[in-house]
């Protein structure tokens, strides 16, 4: 069964620090991995996707299979990064296209 | 960009009526349309996948009689939730898909009390 876990429901960085937002997964095939963000009183939106192996707005994510870990990165945070990030996870090829599992997601917080 | 409408926003109802919450893909068509509930500091729950034209596909433990989705348009999918009851109070959204995940568009949700 897929499983998506994200093991810190809260973190605080200041500002200027680095950050790193922790997802591993379980799966039996090769899934598609993905980093969604919901900042305050707004939708959620796609933040990057590990086939696309681009940094959107600072942050980076390589899928790391031998650890099945797909953990966000980014090494000066913002104010404006604080939102809630959900790492999510699709079946790939043969399951059903736009089905998606979350993570409990990470609520993040950078102080000034 | 790719738009989804969902509809309302917030409805409050009395326990035993039925609400009908819209999700509506404006600028592309979707050709399956999921629906996930959220409660409070807890993650998105899948509740079942609609494809135009055909049934819903429901998760586990997810009531069909109790959540009945209805996709019949490739720009329209619709989520009754039927007499309703206090414990179905929480947040519904709607994602709309047309292929890949990277192509899921989600709506704004949906915050349900039920009194």
């Known amino acids: 069964a897929q499983r998506v876990t994200q093991p810190e429901k809260l973190l605080s960085v200041f500002k200027g620090a680095p950050v790193e937002l922790k997802c591993n997964y379980s799966?039996?095939?090769?899934?598609?991995l993905f980093w969604y963000v919901q900042y305050s009183r707004q939708r959620l939106q796609l933040l990057l996707r590990?086939?696309s192996r681009e940094s959107i707005k600072g942050f980076t994510a390589d899928l790391n299979k031998g650890e099945t870990s797909f953990h966000l990165k980014k090494p000066f945070a913002q104010e404006e990064d604080s939102a809630m990030y959900y790492c999510?996870?699709?079946?790939?090829?043969?399951?059903?296209?736009?089905?998606?599992?979350f993570g409990r997601g990470t609520q993040l917080t950078v102080w000034p | 960009g790719a738009v989804v409408s969902q509809h309302p926003s917030r409805v409050i109802c009395k326990s035993g009526t039925s609400v009908k919450i819209e999700c509506r893909s404006l600028?592309?068509?979707?050709?399956?349309m999921f629906w996930y509930r959220q409660f409070p500091k807890q993650s998105l729950m899948l509740m079942a996948t609609?494809?135009?034209?055909?049934?819903?596909?429901?998760e586990q433990g997810v009531e069909k009689d109790k959540f009945l989705i209805n996709h019949a348009s490739l720009t329209l999918s619709t989520l009754t939730v039927t007499s309703a009851h206090p414990e179905d109070s929480s947040f519904y959204i709607c994602?709309?898909?047309?292929?890949?995940?990277?192509?899921?568009?989600f709506g704004s949700g949906t915050r349900l009390t039920v009194v």
């Open positions: 994602s709309a898909s047309f292929g890949t995940a990277a192509r899921n568009t």
């Open positions: 799966y039996s095939g090769s899934p598609e």
């Open positions: 590990h086939i």
């Open positions: 999510a996870l699709s079946g790939g090829r043969g399951s059903t296209l736009g089905r998606l599992y």
């Open positions: 600028d592309f068509q979707a050709t399956t």
């Open positions: 609609s494809n135009e034209g055909s049934k819903a596909t429901y």
